[in-house]
């Protein structure tokens, strides 16, 4: 499915915000990025994490936030034991 916006191609678009994660919405496909495996998102704004570009149709791009993921990493992500060394911030109850 692809929706239009200003008469361009959106083919992804970021669903949901939880406390939990993400939810992304990529060439027909829905996946969750939990801030658990991708803290870099945890502290961002919401406008900042809204603003990720498809480039190939495999490559996401996060401008504002300096970050690149493949799709792949999400598909196969045993092929990528390799993890964020960014340490989860707890929240204070």
Avoid: R
């Amino acid at each position: 499915m692809k929706s239009l916006k200003n008469g361009k191609d959106i083919s992804v678009s970021v669903e949901n915000i939880t406390p939990l994660g993400i939810w992304l919405f990529v060439n027909g496909k829905e996946y969750f990025l939990n801030f658990e495996t991708y803290p870099y998102f945890k502290d961002q704004t919401i406008k900042s994490i809204q603003n990720v570009e498809l480039l190939h149709d495999f490559h996401l791009h996060w401008p504002d936030l300096d970050v690149d993921l493949e799709i792949d990493n999400f598909v196969n992500p045993e092929k990528y034991p390799l993890k964020s060394k960014i340490p989860a911030k707890k929240s204070c109850k």
